[in-house]
């Protein structure tokens, strides 16, 4: 059975980090791709960014560029987010997702999802 579980969603202020973990079981991150999405208030789902089967990473979004890295543990079966230099209009849900084929940052295309973790960042 495909599960996702996200973690370490908080409040933090203007400027800090967060890091969000994705925790997978029912499969292995060796033959997937795992996506980060988010989703504000009133608008839709957004792709983040997303992490190949070999390793390789594929940005969705210009605004987290240079502020946000995807990576894995492979012995623990395990997705990060580190998210730096927040602003106040990262405040979303967080959410990971896996597809069992190439990268991709349109959230429809993927089958499996965590539940998410909130991420506000306020001062």
């Known amino acids: 059975q495909v599960q996702l579980v996200e973690s370490g969603g908080g409040v933090v202020q203007p400027g800090g980090s967060l890091t969000l973990s994705c925790a997978a079981s029912?499969?292995?991150?060796?033959?997937?791709?795992i996506g980060w999405f988010r989703q504000a208030p009133g608008k839709e789902r957004e792709g983040l960014l997303c992490?190949?089967?070999?390793?390789?990473?594929?940005y969705y979004a210009g605004s987290v560029k240079g502020r946000f890295t995807i990576s894995r543990d492979n012995a623990k079966n395990t997705v990060y987010l580190q998210m730096n230099s927040l602003k106040p209009e990262d405040t979303a849900v967080y959410y990971c997702?896996?597809?069992?084929?190439?990268?991709?940052?349109?959230?429809?295309?993927?089958?499996?999802w965590g539940q998410g973790t909130q991420a506000t960042v306020s001062s």
């Open positions: 029912g499969f292995t991150l060796d033959y997937s791709a």
């Open positions: 992490m190949y089967s070999n390793g390789g990473k594929a």
């Open positions: 997702a896996v597809r069992f084929a190439y990268c991709s940052g349109v959230a429809a295309q993927y089958l499996y």
